[in-house]
């Protein structure tokens, strides 16, 4: 099994899924599981929704490889396209079901623990802060918000964000540079 993303063929691995090859698949799997659960995980922060947003995205992966153009993107980009939009509705559809009415909120704070209560309250916090970052990250411009996603979210390093967009190095140096500065800003 390849270590590296260059050693792998997306293209051929969507092919193969679109014409309806199991290994395929399970090759694309295996190659990138970890790395889309890293993903999942990164934006959801909880294992077991994470390991659910991967299945969920390699069955959307498996029924949708014929609709992947080759002329949009990067089979590989394509991929993560997935597994990112799967976790960030996930995270928007758990942000919708926070809203509690103050008799419920009292009947909850009788019935639970100190503890319970402080954890709940923990991942509502979480849950603000997530949609505190993606109103900030909808405020920067495109490119700039491209380069930090696929930095911090897909984990490409800059070289590969460069190549990707067409860029010169120091361009996509400092476009990261000044969204996080502008990021740092907005969620203060």
């Not at 390849?2 to 679109?18: I, K, N, Q, S, V």
């Not at 089979?75 to 008799?103: K, M, P, Q, T």
Request: aromatic fraction near 6%; proline fraction near 3%.
């Amino acid at each position: 099994m390849p270590d590296t993303p260059g050693d792998f063929d997306y293209e051929a691995a969507l092919a193969g899924c679109a014409a309806g090859d199991r290994q395929a698949m399970r090759r694309l799997y295996e190659h990138e599981g970890p790395r889309m659960l890293g993903v999942a995980l990164r934006i959801v922060r909880q294992r077991a929704l994470a390991e659910d947003i991967v299945h969920d995205a390699c069955v959307n992966i498996w029924s949708r490889a014929t609709g992947y153009d080759a002329a949009r993107g990067s089979a590989r980009g394509w991929i993560y396209s997935v597994v990112r939009h799967l976790a960030l509705n996930a995270v928007r559809n758990a942000r919708r079901h926070v809203d509690i009415d103050e008799e419920t909120t009292h009947t909850l704070e009788a019935d639970m623990s100190v503890q319970a209560f402080h954890d709940a309250a923990s991942s509502f916090e979480l849950n603000t802060s997530l949609g505190r970052l993606q109103h900030c990250l909808e405020a920067l411009e495109p490119a700039r918000r491209n380069c930090v996603l696929h930095a911090y979210v897909e984990g490409c390093s800059h070289g590969e964000i460069a190549e990707r967009l067409g860029a010169p190095l120091g361009t996509v140096k400092a476009w990261i540079r000044r969204s996080l500065t502008s990021l740092r800003e907005c969620m203060a």
